[in-house]
């Protein structure tokens, strides 16, 4: 059985279960057989899990419930595809029947229906797979970018960048939607989705993109890898994706229509106009779009927007509670303080996860921490460097024995240095709402202590650094560490005002005396 990522079971089971998908379609989508789709869902069926259970478990025990009724599997007999072949000649004969007295035969060692029926085609190869398009009311929306780009000049330096010209057109009224964005990046394709929909209203079931790179991984004939970010947006909006083959026009002719139109019917036309703003461009390609979707068709009698209105907005799914929000990953460490650090920002997880490395989907406004599938923390997007946000039940009294180190241990290793160093040490860890959230900086100031130590340092004078960090209130390693930086030696004292070695006066015999001008 060929073997899916964890992501991919978890679409698989969400396009069939949610989507209401067909076999072929969720394989087309995922770019796997409809074998493998059939396989899976049997897996899941075995299980006896509810879908809303499934959502909850992590993914080893998904694999595990998948796999829990395995029984030793008996080397299959292949079917005799000579005897097949004569047999289908004969009137009345089916596959459905032939498959029926195989497995009659075989009761113990035969393949599904589904292989029996896709490789007797190969093996006869009188049948030429072909696609027919059709388009029921809000079920396609047909994705691509124009092809051409389009000048914006900024205003204060004259610098022109050209805009990329997203196109979405539904199959059944052939209403487009048409937007101007930075680039065919994945974060600006993202956004050019979120805005259709907005406008739209609603969401069509099915997304058919052209072989974009922010769309599809990996193009095929018949199938092709999705974009992960974009699953996710199909995942959030409740539709499947399902790219068109590569080469292939007659497989999106609506699409590739709006394309034309769109070029002549809006960019040809705004040709001699310059724009100092994207934004400033979508208001003149609104504005021309409205008359476009508004002119009726000869071929109808009406316009596209009528046919929008009647056809497919009625056949539209709603629209989310909250518009997607396109997310950045990053695979991060739990410190020993059970914090990660994303931008010089610090985000809490549940401390048993400390030392462990978690998946960290980051936005505009929100921070999602995962380990081993399942979501362990949400956090506000911090915007200001240092700034931290902790979830009280992350913490935990009695965790420290899971913890290298403890509050004594640090103040203990601080005394090995000086009483200062240990009652720095002390003051950073009370100035955070919890001890533990103080570690971080104090290891990285045993770390900085250690280094100097070790090129000779004496401990009384870094000690005497302490105490003058203490006394000056410089309690961020940072600024400890330009301490250290800036030279170590007695005036490190509470005497006489603390003076750097860059700002003290030098006497050279080629200055000027008081007398020169005399």
Avoid at 82 to 88: A, F, G, L, P, S
Avoid at 240 to 256: N, Q, S
Wanted: include cysteine; charged fraction near 25%; hydrophobic fraction near 35%.
């Amino acid at each position: 059985m060929e073997k899916l990522s964890m992501l991919k079971i978890k679409e698989l089971f969400r396009l069939a279960i949610e989507m209401n998908l067909s076999h072929r379609q969720i394989a087309q989508s995922l770019n796997v057989s409809h074998t493998v789709v059939n396989r899976y869902l049997k897996r899941f069926k075995k299980s006896n899990l509810s879908y809303e259970t499934l959502l909850k478990l992590g993914d080893k025990e998904i694999i595990s419930a998948l796999y829990e009724h395995d029984k030793k599997s008996h080397k299959r007999t292949i079917p005799d595809w000579d005897y097949i072949h004569k047999e289908m000649k004969r009137k009345a004969v089916t596959l459905e029947l032939l498959h029926e007295e195989y497995v009659h035969a075989n009761p113990l060692n035969h393949y599904g229906y589904t292989w029996f029926c896709t490789r007797y085609k190969e093996h006869s190869s009188r049948l030429t797979p072909s696609m027919r398009m059709s388009h029921k009311a809000g079920d396609k929306c047909f994705i691509d970018f124009s092809g051409m780009t389009f000048p914006v000049s900024d205003p204060l330096t004259g610098e022109v960048r050209n805009a990329e010209i997203f196109v979405g057109v539904f199959g059944a009224s052939g209403y487009p939607f048409v937007l101007a964005v930075p680039s065919q990046k994945k974060a600006d394709f993202i956004h050019a989705h979120v805005m259709m929909f907005k406008f739209f209203g609603g969401v069509p079931r099915l997304l058919v993109p052209d072989n974009l790179k922010s769309a599809v991984v990996k193009g095929g004939r018949y199938e092709g890898d999705i974009n992960p970010d974009y699953e996710r947006l199909a995942a959030h909006y409740g539709c499947a994706v399902m790219p068109a083959r590569p080469l292939k026009p007659k497989d999106k002719p609506l699409v590739e229509n709006g394309v034309k139109l769109t070029q002549r019917w809006i960019l040809a036309k705004l040709r001699n106009h310059t724009f100092f703003s994207i934004a400033q461009l979508n208001d003149a390609i609104n504005d021309l779009l409205v008359m476009y979707r508004n002119k009726v068709m000869k071929r109808y009698g009406v316009s596209r927007q009528e046919l929008f209105d009647t056809i497919d907005k009625p056949e539209l799914q709603r629209l989310p509670l909250k518009p997607y929000e396109h997310k950045e990953l990053k695979l991060l460490k739990v410190g020993i303080d059970y914090h990660i650090i994303l931008n010089y920002c610090l985000y809490s997880v549940p401390y048993q996860l400390v030392g462990e490395k978690v998946e960290v989907w980051y936005g505009t406004h929100t921070v999602t921490i995962s380990h081993n599938g399942k979501v362990v923390a949400n956090h506000p997007k911090l915007t200001r460097k240092g700034s931290f946000s902790t979830q009280s039940e992350h913490m935990s009294s009695a965790h420290q024995k899971y913890l290298e180190w403890s509050p004594g241990r640090i103040l203990n290793w601080g005394l090995t240095i000086g009483k200062h160093t240990s009652e720095l040490l002390k003051l950073i860890m009370e100035k955070r709402p919890h001890p533990e959230m103080g570690y971080r900086s104090c290891l990285g100031i045993m770390r900085e202590f250690k280094k100097y130590s070790a090129k000779g340092v004496e401990e009384e004078k870094l000690d005497s650094i302490a105490r003058y960090a203490i006394n000056h209130h410089r309690f961020r390693l940072k600024q400890i560490t330009d301490l250290l930086k800036e030279g170590i030696d007695e005036r490190y004292d509470d005497s006489a005002s603390f003076l750097p070695t860059l700002f003290e006066t030098h006497h050279h015999a080629n200055i000027r005396g008081s007398n020169y001008y005399r």
